[in-house]
């Protein structure tokens, strides 16, 4: 149960990462020497993952539970993940590269696209930051305390204008999440 809970998660995490419509043919796309760096997904190879990870994962519970049913040493007869899944790639007349690459680009993107969340809630916090020290220095009378809160707002607006900068030098990959 929990690892379909697993298969039907990751298909849920990686269906931002497709491309194409219903019906439309989409050539596969396994990356190349003269390929772009980073290939878009299908939703072909969502399905390709999903079927390959299923397979995999329910062979391994069918040989856990069988092993927990006849007794003796599970480790002894239940394969590793990566080992299960190329089986199953196999079984299946998927290729083991273009699996792999669906595999690594969906692991890829969806870290892409946590580095931009983590970003954006960075950004966020800096300038809920920054509304607070621009209150307290409305309310400062220290002179001294106004300029300690001033350049800590200056800080803050250096930090802010290189995220900002980051995020125009990035390439946001919009489609692809």
């Known amino acids: 149960m929990l690892r379909s809970a697993l298969v039907v998660a990751t298909a849920v995490a990686a269906i931002s990462g497709c491309r194409g419509r219903p019906g439309e043919a989409v050539a596969p796309q396994v990356p190349t020497e003269a390929s772009a760096p980073h290939p878009k997904l299908t939703a072909e190879d969502l399905q390709i993952l999903i079927a390959v990870k299923g397979k995999a994962l329910r062979q391994l519970d069918d040989t856990l539970t069988a092993s927990e049913n006849e007794g003796g040493d599970v480790l002894s007869r239940v394969k590793d993940l990566g080992a299960a899944e190329r089986e199953a790639a196999l079984a299946l007349g998927i290729s083991w590269k273009r699996y792999s690459w669906v595999k690594e680009e969906i692991a890829r993107t969806l870290s892409e696209q946590r580095q931009r969340e983590d970003a954006e809630l960075l950004t966020l916090e800096l300038r809920r930051s920054k509304e607070d020290l621009e209150t307290q220095l409305g ?23 290189a995220m900002e900068r980051e995020r125009a030098l990035a390439p946001v990959e919009t489609e692809q999440l």
């Not at 300029?147 to 607006?157: C, G, Y």
């Open 139 to 161: 309310r400062s009378t220290d002179e001294a305390g106004r300029e300690f809160l001033q350049a800590q707002i200056s800080t803050l607006d250096q930090q802010l204008a």
